[in-house]
């Protein structure tokens, strides 16, 4: 089966090649977010806008710490400087408004595993096989991204420490005390079939035709994928 994942969600220190067989999970995998700010030089330090370059330390590109100079004014009394309120690249400079434009680089800590072997990347998706699975439909699409083993809880006492720490729990279970005891146990998510849970403070997904289900419950994927925004989930053997 093939695996696709879009290349945001996993920031790569080094390209794949083909063939090279990732086990992702082990450790801490991180989203990157990027968020942009502007910093009004010429209005912070008084100066004509065309005239920024004058007291500019920095350079179009230029990768900068958190606190690093930008910009700075000096007088025979007064100090006034600007620097950069995190770790950021400096994206544009505009001599017109006198702005330097910064992409503020954070990462979050993303609760993701997923094993297989690498193909190729094909528009901006990391194209991976796995050798046997399925992808599902489901209901209603969220905006998470998590994957890892998963665990298939048919009975009230199934639902133990083992089964669902950590795991992505697959269950027909659906009333308030079962799913109370499961998301205590520290799930990754819950997957379902054809139930809506207005109110949880967990991930949920719900499979959206009965036959996948009866292929999922029949098959037992020891693993399981879903991509943030999807319309459907992975499940499959590594």
């Not at 912070?44 to 179009?60: A, D, G, M, Q, T």
């Not at 690093?68 to 950021?88: G, H």
Request: charged residues 20%; hydrophobic residues 40%; contains cysteine.
């Amino acid at each position: 089966m093939i695996v696709r994942i879009p290349q945001h969600i996993v920031p790569l220190e080094k390209k794949l090649k083909e063939g090279t067989a990732v086990i992702w999970g082990e450790q801490p995998i991180y989203e990157k977010n990027e968020s942009s700010v502007v910093v009004e030089v010429a209005q912070e330090l008084k100066i004509v806008p065309r005239n920024i370059f004058k007291y500019l330390h920095v350079s179009l590109g230029e990768m900068l710490e958190k606190g690093a100079l930008i910009a700075e004014k000096k007088t025979v009394f007064s100090r006034t400087t600007l620097v950069a309120p995190n770790r950021a690249e400096v994206r544009a400079i505009d001599h017109n408004t006198g702005t330097v434009t910064l992409v503020i680089m954070e990462s979050s800590e993303a609760h993701f595993a997923f094993q297989g072997t690498f193909s190729k990347i094909d528009k901006q998706e990391l194209v991976f096989s796995v050798p046997e699975g399925s992808e599902y439909e489901i209901l209603t699409s969220i905006p998470n991204t998590f994957g890892g083993k998963t665990a298939y809880i048919g009975e009230v006492g199934e639902i133990t420490l083992g089964n669902c720490e950590d795991k992505i729990i697959v269950t027909a279970l659906h009333d308030t005390m079962s799913l109370s005891k499961i998301t205590a146990l520290g799930p990754i998510a819950v997957v379902h079939y054809n139930a809506l849970y207005s109110s949880t403070d967990f991930l949920a997904l719900a499979l959206k035709h009965k036959a996948d289900w009866q292929d999922l419950v029949k098959h037992k994927w020891p693993y399981s994928l879903y991509i943030e925004g999807s319309k459907s989930v992975y499940f499959y053997l590594s």
